[in-house]
């Protein structure tokens, strides 16, 4: 049974930084992608970023790139969300997401995902 724990959620002021954490209770493969969705009120569920476990350069929503970093301690089965430069348009509900993949990640749709977490909020204040 796989379980993706979220950590790292919260309220900043516009322009600060948060950095969420995602960690699998057990190893969902001997290669996967991880990453994050969110989705705001009213708004479909987005792909944000995302690492294949094999290495390679990670996947970014245009909105976020140079914004955002993901990274991964494959080791501690867990990806990190750096977010710094937080816009009042990034608030929404975060997801962590994964896959079974070899090769690298797939599209960034939440179909491609079959292991998610519950979920983190981030509330970025103008």
């Known amino acids: 049974q796989v379980t993706l724990m979220e950590s790292g959620g919260g309220s900043v002021q516009a322009g600060g930084s948060l950095r969420l954490s995602c960690t699998s209770s057990?190893?969902?493969?001997?290669?996967?992608?991880m990453g994050w969705f969110r989705q705001a009120p009213g708004k479909e569920r987005e792909g944000v970023a995302f690492i294949y476990s094999g290495g390679g350069r990670p996947d970014y929503a245009a909105s976020v790139e140079g914004r955002f970093t993901i990274s991964q301690d494959t080791s501690a089965l867990t990806v990190y969300l750096q977010m710094n430069s937080l816009e009042p348009e990034d608030t929404a509900m975060y997801y962590c997401?994964?896959?079974?993949?070899?090769?690298?990640?797939?599209?960034?749709?939440?179909?491609?995902?079959?292991?998610w977490g519950q979920g983190t909020q981030v509330t970025v204040s103008s």
């Open positions: 997401a994964a896959t079974k993949v070899y090769g690298s990640c797939p599209r960034p749709l939440a179909i491609s995902f079959g292991y």
């Open positions: 057990t190893l969902i493969n001997d290669r996967y992608c």
